[in-house]
């Protein structure tokens, strides 16, 4: 049973850093794309990035780059975000997301909470 | 990018009605387009890709429909299961972009 499990999430101060963890397991790791989606509370979904399987390439939404930086170790089976100069916008519950064929989201995780306020 | 547009944004409806809800994209994303199922609280849960492919699992009720700029997500007969709210999903190009969601609430 594939199983992603967030953590990390919490309270942080406007410019602030925080990092978020993805545990993987049930699935071969190292063969999929993954990638972030969070969600504003009572908002939709909104992509905010992926990594290819071997880490080698990354890609971001124009509102978190040159904030956010995606990463992965394989031999852990570990995603992760390392998310810096965070703005009230920023929060939002965050998943990570398994991608099939780099397109669609056939596994999410449960979210973790991110709440950017002094 | 490309903008997904979902209409209604929320629809009343009682158990054992037929329900459909459009996913409108702002150019044509031939079948690249994926829907999910959201309860409070919860991650999405992955219902069908490529507009109509049924993902193992999925209650044969829901099926998807459509091509283009133009698709439907059909409920045959609401069970009381399904009131939740409802995404699709471009993946024709990046970024991914999602529509707004409709509600499904009972009646």
């Known amino acids: 049973e594939v199983q992603l499990v967030e953590s990390g999430g919490g309270l942080v101060q406007p410019g602030g850093s925080l990092r978020l963890s993805c545990a993987a397991s049930?699935?071969?790791?190292?063969?999929?794309?993954m990638h972030w989606v969070r969600q504003a509370p009572g908002k939709g979904l909104v992509w905010v990035s992926r990594?290819?399987?071997?880490?080698?390439?990354?890609t971001y939404a124009d509102s978190v780059t040159g904030r956010f930086t995606i990463s992965r170790d394989n031999a852990k089976n570990m995603l992760y975000l390392e998310m810096n100069s965070l703005r009230a916008e920023d929060t939002a519950v965050y998943y990570c997301?398994?991608?099939?064929?780099?397109?669609?989201?056939?596994?999410w995780g449960q979210g973790t909470l991110v709440t950017v306020s002094s | 990018d490309i903008q997904m547009t979902q209409s209604p944004s929320t629809l009343s409806a009682s158990v054992g009605d037929r329900v459909t809800i459009t996913c409108r994209a702002s150019?044509?994303?031939?079948?690249?387009l994926a829907w999910y199922q959201q309860k409070p609280g919860k991650a999405p849960k992955f219902l069908i890709h490529?507009?109509?492919s049924l993902e193992s699992g999925v209650p044969s009720r829901f099926s998807g429909s459509g091509s283009g700029t133009e698709f439907t997500l059909t409920i045959s007969s609401l069970q009381p299961d399904d009131f939740a709210t409802y995404y699709c999903?471009?993946?024709?190009?990046?970024?991914?972009?999602f529509g707004g969601g409709t509600k499904v609430e009972i009646k």
């Open positions: 997301s398994r991608v099939q064929y780099n397109s669609y989201f056939d596994s």
């Open positions: 049930g699935f071969t790791f190292n063969t999929y794309w």
């Open positions: 990594i290819k399987s071997d880490g080698s390439s990354a």
């Open positions: 150019q044509s994303i031939s079948s690249w």
């Open positions: 490529k507009a109509s």
């Open positions: 999903q471009q993946y024709n190009s990046y970024p991914l972009t």
